[in-house]
Nanobody
Framework: QVQLVESGGGLVQAGDSLRLSCVASHRTFSSDAMAWLRQVPGKEREFVSIISWKGGITYYADSVKGRFTISRDNAKNMVYLQMNSLKPEDTAVYYC??????????????????WGQGTQVTVSS
């Protein structure tokens, strides 16, 4: 059974940092690209960041570039999102997701094959 489980969300103040973690159980984890997307109620899910299977390629949404860093540890089946200088507009449910490659329409949530249940991040002003 495929499972992606996120953790690390919480309530913080603007300017603070958080690190999200995602543990994956699917057998193709070490060859999959892994990503973080987020969603605010009433809005579509939004791409945040993606990392290639070896970690050598990363992409970020313009809104988080320079503040967020994605990383992975294939030996531990883990993906991380380090979020610094958080802003109230970063408030959302953050999802970990897997897709076969890092290329193509990685900003489209329809291209992801596995999803976690999400973790809430709330940034107060």
């Amino acid at each position: 059974q495929v499972q992606l489980v996120e953790s690390g969300g919480g309530l913080v103040q603007a300017g603070d940092s958080l690190r999200l973690s995602c543990v994956a159980s699917h057998r193709t984890f070490s060859s999959d690209a892994m990503a973080w997307l987020r969603q605010v109620p009433g809005k579509e899910r939004e791409f945040v960041s993606i990392i290639s299977w070896k970690g050598g390629i990363t992409y970020y949404a313009d809104s988080v570039k320079g503040r967020f860093t994605i990383s992975r540890d294939n030996a531990k089946n883990m993906v991380y999102l380090q979020m610094n200088s958080l802003k109230p507009e970063d408030t959302a449910v953050y999802y970990c997701a897997a897709r076969t490659t890092v290329g193509g329409n990685y900003d489209s949530d329809r291209t992801y094959k596995y999803w976690g249940q999400g973790t809430q991040v709330t940034v107060s002003s």
